[in-house]
């Protein structure tokens, strides 16, 4: 299957600093990528979808100027996690989908862990 | 709103049993379901999936099977081992959308 590299897969930070995580396509290109966050015991959630070349467009109660989402090429999306929070500590995980598949393809995850 | 859910939330079998996991999506507008496998700390692994058009998909000792009409999917898992220890997550893909939904897991523990 088509390969997605998340990068990195475990971060620290200090509360206050902003964080970037990288998503690429390795051997696919990637119309559409979404970001989920996962917190302990709890399944993934929607953050946002963001299209190459468009704005990213996010789920109700994520805030699009705290959690700014580049995807400026069809194989590279980005997260940046801005002044970052305790509470923002979660397992982010980025995904995948080429137009005419049906199938989107899973990041590794990063563990963002603020303290 | 989709809502996706797995029933049971943790399951403990002896090795080499059968077993089935449920999935049950509120909304049967799908473009397809698929069954992911995650291990602690780690990313996903897709293991199946199922477009909107078919009844089931197998893989191995893996077999899956969908039923849009009553909202549900079923895993079934043969002659389970050890190594089948992990959490199961299965996700509707909304038609249109492609957006995932995912329910909570079923955390399986096969024992030795």
């Known amino acids: 299957g088509a390969v997605v590299s998340q990068h990195p897969s475990w971060v620290i930070c200090k509360s206050g600093t902003s964080v970037k995580i990288e998503c690429r396509s390795l051997?696919?290109?990637?119309?559409?990528m979404f970001w989920y966050r996962q917190f302990p015991k709890q399944s993934l959630m929607l953050m946002a979808t963001?299209?190459?070349?468009?704005?990213?467009?996010?789920e109700q109660g994520v805030e699009k100027d705290k959690f700014l989402i580049n995807h400026a090429s069809l194989t590279l999306s980005t997260l940046t996690v801005t002044s970052a929070h305790p509470e923002d500590s979660s397992f982010y995980i980025c995904?995948?989908?080429?137009?005419?598949?049906?199938?989107?393809?899973f990041g590794q995850g990063t563990r963002l862990t603020v303290v | 709103k989709q809502e996706v859910t797995q029933i049971p939330a943790a399951l403990s079998v002896p090795e080499g049993e059968n077993l089935v996991l449920n999935c049950s999506f509120t909304?049967?507008?799908?473009?397809?379901l698929q069954w992911f496998r995650q291990d602690p700390g780690k990313g996903l692994t897709s293991l199946l999936l199922?477009?909107?058009?078919?009844r089931e998909q197998t893989s191995g000792r893996l077999n899956a099977s969908l039923d849009k009409s009553s909202g549900r999917s079923t895993l079934y898992i043969a002659a389970s081992q050890p190594g089948d220890s992990a959490t199961y997550l299965c996700?509707?893909?909304?038609?249109?959308?492609?957006?995932?939904?995912f329910g909570k897991g079923t955390k399986l523990s096969v024992i030795p």
């Open positions: 995904s995948a989908k080429y137009r005419g598949l049906a199938e989107a393809f």
């Open positions: 963001s299209n190459e070349g468009s704005k990213a467009t996010y």
């Open positions: 996700a509707a893909t909304g038609a249109g959308s492609y957006q995932l939904t």
């Open positions: 051997d696919f290109q990637a119309t559409t």
């Open positions: 199922i477009q909107s058009s078919q």
């Open positions: 909304d049967s507008a799908i473009y397809n």
